[in-house]
């Protein structure tokens, strides 16, 4: 008897019995179900909800492995233990195993207790509430440790991650019937719950409060700064990086955000796959340069003193603000959950735009986190449902008025 | 005023075992089979009892809620059995046929001095009204309506159906005379479509305006042509008649006579020798299949095009409105990693390691399998890629499921009928029922609005 018969033996067992959902969720992880149609269209394409939530993961995985990589780079960087990169996106400085090692001790844990955690919250769900095991979590569980810093204790990921699959998605009915994006949701969570953790310069390098602890016992050991290129800006210092370092992503940041490039690579491959809205991710775009130009153009009129405190992210190039912070991860990853963006092809256009430009403004006028892209996708997660309307509205209004021309 | 039309959204679902371009005659079938559910909403009323003996073009019963409109055997024969189903629902009507046809004689109508009230008597007393349909709401037309306009699409587009061009060759003079008698239903004109660079038997017709319609699957769906020529507002009744049915409409307006054969393609990839067959209405399946060589016992019958249709069994019974029966395989079978190993021989609308988008003209074996589970609705922008209507889909649906009637109608729930969901549903990544809830929303539209 083979593996697939005495699966589905055992599936005829457990039907309908409280732990059904639970077994299902791992027979449907290796096999496509019998399911077969009944009347309605006899025939299906061969996309599932699996399937398009796996593109996703795939696009992730070169953001993650760099990540993994980084860590190692950042953290061995400001021990001092390599020298910088000298020789572009394939520097040997940067692709080293012990880099590698390094880096996957720090993160592999972080991606080991978010989908721990969180698919142990989904499993309980589907079992109380008896329905399937939803594929949700599968790119929820991926984003969320590639946007946390590295060094976030993993007690307080597990706390945000079961608050936000229960108050970002179950309470609301599960994958499909969320407000807002529940890797977001995660991160907000931390943000507010422990700010220390989330922001400033201690964070984004492995080792950096650590060592922040050991000088403050009085050991003899140097510091490590790890600020981001955003927290250099807000306080008017420069940015210390060399332009192609940064779109390569050889920067301090959270695990997976720092490579534009790879971040690049992923659009391509969910644009290409139509998994993901290329609307959404264009106007995302269009939304932070025109902001960008805005804050530049106030710059070049002399409106602003170098004094000031918004000088020096505003004063940053336009085309630059794409490269640097989270914006191009949001807005590729995350701004596209077709769930909490916008539904409606012109929907997504106004609500991608929304995005970029307000991530732009938030990361210029809040000095003290300048991060504000997660903060812009969850604000137009609460306002895509009213974009959606007007859209709609118009084609209702279209509708009505072909009855009026006619009456006429 | 004749118009070209161009259809950009939509796919074209290649399928292999299309029916070959010949005509044969169906082995004559000893048991035939009339189901009520082919006529939506209709309560029937039976007038013949069983055991009951009667010529072709009797009237077998009629509809409670409209008693003019009456449904009459497509054969001669005996009524063997009424089957009965929970609160004595008549299910299925069985005829047990006599080897030969003799057929209740009607009185041939001159069209040309015919009124409007004796076309229409005349089609509710001999049974053909039930090839009317109507929108909104997707019913058999209401006799006391007077519709703007009236459509039949005579473009085949949808998967393996059979080909109007070629059922319909030789059938000139029956489809005038039909379109004649329509066109005096109506205030506004007839409207047939056809395709652009087809020779259907149906252009040069009068009485009708002739457009030309190009593009892919749903172009050939009569909702789809509505939309682009006049689309139905709040208020406002369109009729359909499909093609082939105005042929039976035709013959019994010219000779006196209902005969209720069509032409019938037998395609699917589980036939060894798909063709073309003149079937009578409601005749066995199981003599045509043999006929036509099935090759899998672990198949699914369908009466109907294989996104829209019925499943019948292999003992089933050709389906009132149908012209096409479709055997593909059975797919209740695991798939070892088939949600995330690339695809070559199925069809998808994405490209997520699937590779039909690089073979648009291959010819595929789809099977019956769901490919996946059921969902709530979490992608979106994919069913409008194969839907051409000024609607939301994603919309109009939601707004069926939680019966919101004012939304609804706002929507355009009284252009829409569920064949022109069939696209949507197949490509449907949370695999709804998206033609069963389009169904369910006009039915209670229909019941609280009307």
Request: hydrophobic content about 35%; charged content about 20%; cysteine-free.
């Given at each position: 008897m083979g593996l697939k018969q005495s699966l589905h033996t055992l599936k005829e067992k457990y039907k309908g019995q409280k732990m059904a959902p639970a077994f299902n969720a791992l027979h449907t992880f290796l096999y496509t179900p019998n399911e077969i149609t009944h009347d309605g269209t006899h025939i299906k394409a061969v996309d599932d909800l699996k399937r398009t939530m796996n593109t996703v993961i795939m696009a992730l995985v070169p953001c993650l492995i760099f990540g993994m990589f980084n860590a190692g780079y950042q953290h061995y960087l400001a021990t001092g233990e390599i020298t910088a990169v000298s020789n572009g996106f394939f520097s040997t400085e940067f692709w080293q195993w012990s880099n590698l090692v390094f880096g996957a001790w720090k993160v592999l844990p972080l991606v080991v207790v978010s989908y721990g955690v969180g698919l142990a919250v989904e499993f309980l769900f589907a079992v109380i509430k008896g329905h399937e095991v939803e594929e949700g979590y599968l790119v929820t569980g991926m984003l969320v440790p590639l946007i946390v810093?590295?060094?976030?204790p993993l007690w307080m990921l597990s706390i945000a991650v079961i608050f936000g699959v229960v108050i970002g998605k179950e309470v609301f009915g599960g994958t499909g019937m969320n407000i807002l994006n529940p890797a977001l949701t995660i991160r907000a969570f931390l943000f507010f719950a422990y700010p220390t953790w989330m922001s400033g310069d201690k964070v984004w390098v492995a080792g950096a409060q650590e060592r922040a602890n050991q000088l403050a016992a009085g050991m003899d050991v140097d510091s490590i700064s790890g600020e981001t290129i955003l927290g250099s800006l807000a306080q008017n210092k420069s940015m210390g990086y060399e332009l192609w370092d940064m779109f390569y992503g050889f920067i301090p940041g959270s695990v997976g955000e720092t490579s534009t490039l790879l971040i690049l690579i992923g659009a391509a491959v969910l644009i290409f796959s139509k998994i993901a809205s290329w609307r959404i991710m264009l106007s995302g775009l269009i939304g932070a340069v025109v902001m960008g130009l805005i804050f530049n153009g106030v710059v070049d009129a002399g409106w602003i003193s170098s004094n000031s405190g918004f000088y020096g992210l505003m004063s940053t190039p336009y085309w630059l603000h794409l490269m640097i912070g989270g914006l191009a991860f949001g807005i590729v990853f995350m701004a596209t959950d077709p769930v909490t963006g916008a539904q409606t092809n012109k929907g997504k256009w106004i609500y991608g735009f929304f995005i970029g430009f307000i991530s732009i403004m938030i990361r210029v006028f809040?000095?003290?986190?300048?991060?504000g892209v997660f903060l812009a996708i969850l604000l137009m997660n609460v306002f895509a449902p009213t974009i959606d309307h007007y859209v709609v509205q118009g084609n209702i209004k279209r509708r009505l008025n072909r009855l009026k021309v006619k009456n006429a | 005023m004749s118009r070209d039309i161009k259809i950009k959204k939509g796919l074209n679902i290649n399928l292999k075992g299309e029916a070959e371009k010949t005509l044969s005659k169906a082995p004559r079938a000893a048991t035939f089979a009339i189901r009520p559910k082919d006529f939506h909403l209709v309560t029937p009323k039976m007038v013949l009892k069983e055991g009951a003996s009667f010529k072709a073009g009797e009237v077998l019963f009629y509809d409670k809620n409209n008693e003019s409109v009456k449904f009459v055997a497509p054969v001669s024969g005996t009524l063997s059995s009424i089957e009965r189903g929970a609160k004595r629902v008549i299910n299925q009507l069985l005829i047990q046929a006599d080897a030969e046809d003799t057929y209740v004689s009607h009185a041939p109508l001159d069209l040309s001095k015919a009124s409007a009230e004796e076309i229409k008597a005349h089609l509710l007393a001999t049974g053909c009204w039930p090839f009317i349909t109507q929108r909104p709401?997707?019913?058999?037309?209401?006799?006391d309506h007077s519709p703007k306009a009236i459509f039949v699409s005579g473009y085949t587009t949808a998967p393996l159906a059979a080909d109007l061009d070629f059922t319909l060759i030789g059938k000139e003079s029956e489809l005038q005379a039909a379109l004649t008698a329509l066109s005096k239903l109506t205030s506004g004109p007839v409207h047939v479509c056809v395709g652009r660079d087809s020779n259907s038997p149906?252009?040069?017709?009068?009485d009708c305006q002739v457009h030309s319609i190009s593009g892919p699957h749903p172009a050939g769906n009569v909702g789809v042509q509505i939309a682009q020529i006049d689309p139905v507002n709040k208020g406002e009744v369109v009729w359909t008649v499909k093609a082939e049915d105005l042929v039976i409409i035709g013959e019994l307006l010219l000779t006196g006579k209902f005969n209720a054969e069509r032409i019938v393609a037998l395609a699917g990839s589980c036939l060894a020798a798909p063709q073309y067959y003149a079937a009578i209405i409601g005749s066995e399946v199981g003599p045509l299949l043999s006929e036509a060589q099935l090759l899998e016992p672990n198949s699914r019958v369908i009466s109907g095009d294989v996104l829209s249709g019925h499943t019948i069994s292999q003992a089933g019974f050709l389906g009132y409105f149908d012209n096409t029966i479709m055997v593909i395989p059975e797919g209740d079978d695991y798939e070892l990693f088939g949600w995330n190993k690339p695809v070559f021989d199925k069809i998808s609308s994405t490209r997520a390691l699937t590779f039909s988008w690089m073979q648009p003209k291959k010819k595929y074996d789809l099977n019956t399998n769901t490919n996946g589970e059921h969902r709530a609705f979490v992608v979106t922008g994919n069913y409008e890629e194969v839907f051409p209507l000024d609607i939301y889909p994603l919309q109009i649906l939601k707004a069926c499921m939680v019966q919101d009637l004012d939304q609804m109608e706002a929507l355009g729930m009284y252009e829409v009928a569920p064949e022109d969901f069939a696209l949507t549903e197949f490509v449907c990544v949370s695999k709804q029922p998206h033609q069963k809830i389009i169904r369910e929303g006009l039915d209670l539209m229909y019941k609280e609005i009307g």
């Open positions: 810093p590295v060094d976030i809040n000095p003290a986190y300048p991060e | 709401y997707h019913l058999m037309a209401h006799p149906l252009k040069g017709l009068k």
